[in-house]
């Protein structure tokens, strides 16, 4: 530890022993375990990840290749696992260990790359079309006829309300229906 100039707080020279990324602005491994142990899960709290997680991760950080593919992912994700869904941070880090020993490729290169890859995001995904068909189809303004009845005006579906109408059930015997329509029937 060494003083700053002023002599007001130390300055730590030491970096992180626990840190797995090399660049202080980026986030860590850690993190982005985080990330991608909830990515597609609303339950998950981030604390296991699962295969397939763990696959995308590798492909999102170009570690998976010609050399390392998802079926080797698969093989040595199940020899650490064992009977578990989801492995939990010091697991994965044994995965990554016994799968780089195998496939004898460098463990902190594959830390460092998944790592620097950015958060959990979608590719290959289908963009939604916006062509006139399916503009007019999914306004509900222009809808004609007992269409138009199903969506108030904010575009919310009303529901069975929108589709049937109620007859008034009220009137002094089961039997009677409609109760107060005689008179404009008669």
């Known amino acids: 530890m060494a003083a700053n100039v002023e002599g007001d707080a130390p300055v730590t020279n030491e970096k992180n022993e626990n840190s797995s990324s090399p660049s202080l602005d980026g986030p860590s491994f850690e993190d ?3 990330l ?3 990515f597609g899960d609303s339950k998950s709290t981030g604390e296991a990840i ?7 991760w590798m492909k999102q ?11 080797d992912t698969g093989i040595y994700y199940k020899m650490v696992a064992k009977t578990k869904r989801s492995l939990s941070i010091k697991e994965y880090e044994q995965f990554l260990e016994t799968l780089a020993k195998n496939k004898k490729t460098d463990v902190s290169e594959m830390k460092q790359k998944m790592a620097s890859c950015g958060p959990p995001a979608t590719s290959k995904t289908t963009p939604t079309a916006a062509g006139g068909a399916v503009s007019r189809l999914t306004d509900h ?3 004609t006829g007992t269409h138009k009845l199903r969506f108030d005006d904010s575009g919310k579906g009303r529901g069975k309300e929108g589709r049937v109408d109620k007859p008034n059930a009220a009137g002094y015997v089961q039997g009677y229906k409609d109760q107060g329509t005689y008179e404009e029937t008669h």
């Open 50 to 56: 699962t295969l397939s997680n763990s696959d995308k």
């Open 36 to 38: 991608f142990a909830k």
């Open 141 to 143: 303004t222009k809808y």
């Open 32 to 34: 982005q375990f985080k």
């Open 61 to 71: 950080a170009k570690v998976i290749d010609k050399k390392l593919t998802t079926t």
